[in-house]
T-cell receptor, first 114, second 113 residues
Framework: DSGVTQTPKHLITATGQRVTLRCSPR?????VYWYQQSLDQGLQFLIQ???????AKGNILERFSAQQFPDLHSELNLSSLELGDSALYFC?????????????FGAGTRLSVL | DAKTTQPTSMDCAEGRAANLPCNHS???????VYWYRQIHSQGPQYIIH???NNETNEMASLIITEDRKSSTLILPHATLRDTAVYYC??????????????FGAGTRLAVHP
């Protein structure tokens, strides 16, 4: 158990809908990261937050947004869903924002868009 | 961050050592080698990292060649639960303040009885 909690574990929805994925970081970790893993793209970095502020962005679509709240949990919002958004979404956390900080991953949310 | 090359797949007998190679010929002086693994569709799990000295922890050993152009992750006594995709990632501590991990295709290790 990494200490990173993601909910829900599975999500099934329809095209055009909007969903919210939630992540609670390990106790004491201030940085949260979101990754997407699809069959054809592998594991891709989406976005990083540190202590409530956006730190870095990867190939995150404009339809996707995230935030980190004062209690340090984070949410990833996916809107206008398309079939291609079906993937595993992982959250990771680390103590700080720096390159040397080890990232610990949650168990992921499996999103199926029908 | 430097590019890495890993074999697509490897087999190992249970109880034997699993040696997973990684080539990173363009690694620069301030870049570290990290290893993560992903068991089935679970979240990636941190294993170990190192700069130039060999490293060992409770999970594995990391051997980095003297020229740092390649490394080997060693699981000393592989078990069936070590069956996973293993990712070798090279990244610097001063890569612009971004802590994103860039995952390649990794090596699919199959441990068999």
């Amino acid at each position: 158990d990494s200490g990173v909690t993601q909910t829900p574990k599975h999500l099934i929805t329809a095209t055009g809908q909007r969903v919210t994925l939630r992540c609670s970081p390990r106790s004491g970790d201030l940085s949260v990261y979101w990754y997407q893993q699809s069959l054809d793209q592998g594991l891709q970095f989406l976005i990083q937050y540190y202590n409530g502020e956006e730190r870095a962005k990867g190939n995150i679509l404009e339809r996707f947004s995230a935030q980190q709240f004062p209690d340090l949990h984070s949410e990833l919002n996916l809107s206008s869903l398309e079939l291609g958004d079906s993937a595993l979404y992982f959250c990771a956390s680390s103590v700080g924002p720096s390159e040397g900080d080890i990232q610990y991953f949650g168990a992921g949310t499996r999103l199926s868009v029908l | 961050d430097a590019k890495t090359t890993q074999p697509t797949s490897m087999d190992c007998a249970e109880g034997r050592a699993a040696n997973l190679p990684c080539n990173h010929s363009t690694i620069s002086g301030n870049e570290y080698v990290y290893w993560y693994r992903q068991i089935h569709s679970q979240g990636p799990q941190y294993i170990i990292h190192g700069l130039k000295n060999n490293e060992t922890n409770e999970m594995a050993s990391l051997i980095i060649t003297e020229d740092r152009k390649s490394s080997t992750l060693i699981l000393p006594h592989a078990t069936l639960r070590d069956t996973a995709v293993y990712y070798c990632i090279v990244r610097g501590f001063f890569s612009g303040g971004y802590n994103k991990l860039i995952f390649g295709a990794g090596t699919r290790l199959a441990v068999h009885p």
